[in-house]
């Protein structure tokens, strides 16, 4: 079946520091790939996607590639905010026909100290 | 145009009693899927529904749970005879419906069994 594996956490960096957050996958076919946010006490917003092998999603700064042969999407961004303070989670979607159902990682908490 | 509405967005509910949580997806979305966030971990895929048919409840619990989707009106998911181990948070997201879409999430509702 679909799995999502990420590294441990909890994460703490400085402001203006550099971010990685690793996350490799095991699918059957050929999955889209997510990273959503999580920020306290709310629901998830989407942060970037990639549909296919060497996509990359971006946005606000975050930057993730679609790696098929390490079977990898990793999160990165160059210079963290206090405000990227929250849960990450990475995810798959192998769809079905009109069945996107998501398999998610564990997420992991970044801390961004000022 | 709104996002994805649930509620309540906390519910307490005594050992044996039954749970209804409500989801009203965005305007233009006729795609439901409903994942449970245990404390800890990552969301877990529970069921997914169109209008008024049931798609996917390959991750519904056998026993005590049960979700609809009807005609006019929100998805509810239903937890019949609540345990502790239900204690979690409950998260609904939408979609338009198109392979691969981009499944947007409600703030969840957290249920918490004494």
């Known amino acids: 079946g679909n799995s999502v594996t990420q590294m441990e956490g909890p994460v703490t960096l400085s402001e203006e520091a550099f971010l990685t957050i690793n996350c490799t996958y095991t699918?059957?076919?050929?999955?889209?790939l997510f990273w959503y946010v999580q920020y306290p006490g709310e629901g998830l917003q989407l942060l970037l996607k990639?549909?296919?092998?060497?996509d990359k999603g971006s946005n606000k700064g975050f930057e993730a590639t679609y790696r098929k042969e390490t079977t990898s999407f990793h999160l990165e961004k160059g210079s963290v905010q206090v405000s990227d303070s929250a849960v990450y989670f990475c995810?798959?979607?192998?769809?079905?026909?009109?069945?996107?159902?998501?398999?998610f990682g564990k997420g992991i908490t970044l801390s961004v100290r000022p | 145009n709104a996002g994805v509405m649930q509620n309540p967005r906390h519910l307490v509910r005594r050992r044996g009693q039954e749970a209804r949580l409500r989801c009203s997806p965005m305007?233009?979305?006729?795609?439901v899927y409903w994942y449970r966030q245990l404390p800890e971990e990552g969301l877990k895929f529970m069921v997914y529904?169109?209008?008024?048919?049931?798609?996917?409840e390959s991750g519904m619990p056998k026993e005590r749970f049960s979700a609809e989707f009807p005609k006019e009106g929100p998805s509810i998911l239903r937890i019949q005879q609540v345990v502790r181990g239900d204690s979690a948070a409950y998260f609904c997201?939408?979609?338009?419906?198109?392979?691969?879409?981009?499944?947007?999430f409600g703030p969840g509702t957290r249920l918490t069994v004494l």
């Open positions: 997201a939408s979609s338009p419906g198109q392979v691969a879409d981009t499944q947007y």
């Open positions: 699918a059957t076919g050929y999955p889209s």
């Open positions: 990639a549909t296919k092998a060497d």
């Open positions: 995810a798959l979607s192998d769809a079905t026909g009109a069945n996107s159902k998501l398999t």
């Open positions: 305007k233009g979305h006729s795609h």
């Open positions: 529904l169109q209008k008024e048919n049931i798609i996917d």
